[in-house]
């Protein structure tokens, strides 16, 4: 496609529930990150990767989120036990990979999760 | 650490009226700074960005920000908006010297009315 996609666009689970999103980046990017947005609040840095490896995972608030990029492309991000707070908009980004003063980050529409 | 202050959540502002949506950052080390739009229902899109160099940056639409680093502020002006302007805007950093992380302030939704 022409752009950064993510699936479903929006979720609705359960608390305790494991939920995955998924993000299929523009191709022949090599960097994909990971943001979550709550309401009324901007972007908030989770996870960062070049080619198959996280990079960057700082932003992770805990050990029940976790992502993979297995094949350097589409990446998955996984969160165990789902917990109310978890609610927000889920982005994802894809770059060619020099950083980013050199490329520039393209955005998904993002998954909107809500846990009740 | 770095971080970025968005003050204005919300900035009403008549069709063919100047607007200036204010970010200012804190940090210790250089940065890059950045200003993102997010239409409705579309994902962010970079506007302008500011690296190093001329302090005034002219992005797409008809945007431009001036990087001021003696009161650390990176504000986004436009000489007259028109409606398809109204969208959330997000003033955002990154570590100087090829950081991947982006800071992202809270927003200003820019609401451009008839």
């Known amino acids: 496609g022409a752009g950064v996609s993510q699936t479903p666009s929006n979720k609705v689970t359960e608390k305790g529930k494991y939920v995955e999103l998924r993000c299929d980046p523009i191709?022949?990017?090599?960097?994909l990150y990971w943001y979550r947005q709550s309401l009324g609040q901007g972007p908030e840095f989770l996870i960062y990767?070049?080619?198959?490896?996280?990079?960057?995972d700082s932003g992770l608030p805990n050990d029940r989120f976790f992502a993979v990029r297995p094949e350097g492309s589409v990446s998955t991000l996984k969160i165990q036990r789902t917990e109310r707070g978890d609610s927000a908009v889920y982005l994802c980004?894809?770059?060619?990979?020099?950083?980013?003063?050199?490329?520039?980050?393209?955005f998904g529409q993002g998954t909107r999760l809500t846990v009740v | 650490a770095q971080s970025v202050t968005q003050l204005d959540s919300q900035v009403p502002v008549f069709e063919e009226a100047p607007v200036e949506l204010r970010c200012n950052y804190s940090?210790?080390?250089?940065?890059?700074l950045f200003w993102y739009v997010q239409y409705p229902n579309q994902g962010l899109q970079l506007l302008l960005k500011?690296?190093?160099?001329?302090?005034l940056v002219k992005g797409i639409n008809g945007f431009e920000a001036e990087f001021n680093k003696s009161q650390t502020s990176f504000h986004l002006r436009k000489p007259s908006v028109h409606i398809s302007d109204t969208a959330e805007y997000f003033c955002?950093?990154?570590?100087?010297?090829?950081?991947?992380?982006?800071?992202f302030g809270t927003g200003t939704q820019l609401k451009v009315e008839l």
């Open positions: 980004a894809s770059s060619l990979g020099q950083g980013l003063a050199q490329t520039e980050a393209f």
């Open positions: 191709s022949g990017h090599t960097a």
């Open positions: 990767f070049q080619g198959t490896g996280a990079a960057d």
């Open positions: 940090s210790s080390v250089s940065v890059y």
């Open positions: 500011y690296l190093s160099g001329s302090t």
């Open positions: 955002a950093v990154s570590l100087g010297g090829g950081g991947n992380k982006l800071t």
